[in-house]
């Protein structure tokens, strides 16, 4: 099963880091994503792109989590020569993880 099945996500930039929101469409979905999607596997999954550390940040009052991950966006916006410098198409990437 691929993430986008149970979620949907937004992404963020700011210099070298990116954060990637992970919200399931259901509440009942959250403590089963809070075990299945944990950093170390966001890591792995996004380890061509994501160079630095993935930090998850765990909001239980409105069933969603933020992920903070740094090294990133190639040396961030203006000092990138990459297609998507922003790193929005990274949410896209998130949801192709398999769980």
């Known amino acids: 099963m691929k993430l986008y099945e149970v979620a949907h996500s937004r992404a ?3 210099g070298d880091t990116v ?13 089963w994503l809070k075990e299945t999607v944990t950093p170390d596997k966001v890591k792995e999954h ?25 090294q990133s966006l190639l ?12 790193g929005k198409s990274l949410s896209s990437a998130l949801l192709e993880m398999d769980i």
């Not at 160079?51 to 903070?68: A, M």
């Open 12 to 14: 963020g930039d700011k």
């Open 19 to 31: 954060n990637l929101s992970l919200i399931p469409f259901n509440e009942e979905d959250y403590e």
């Open 46 to 70: 996004l380890k061509d792109i994501v160079k630095g550390e993935v930090t998850r940040y765990e909001l239980p009052n409105i069933y969603s989590f933020n992920f903070v991950c740094t």
């Open 75 to 86: 040396g961030g916006v203006t000092t990138s020569l990459a297609v998507d410098t922003h």
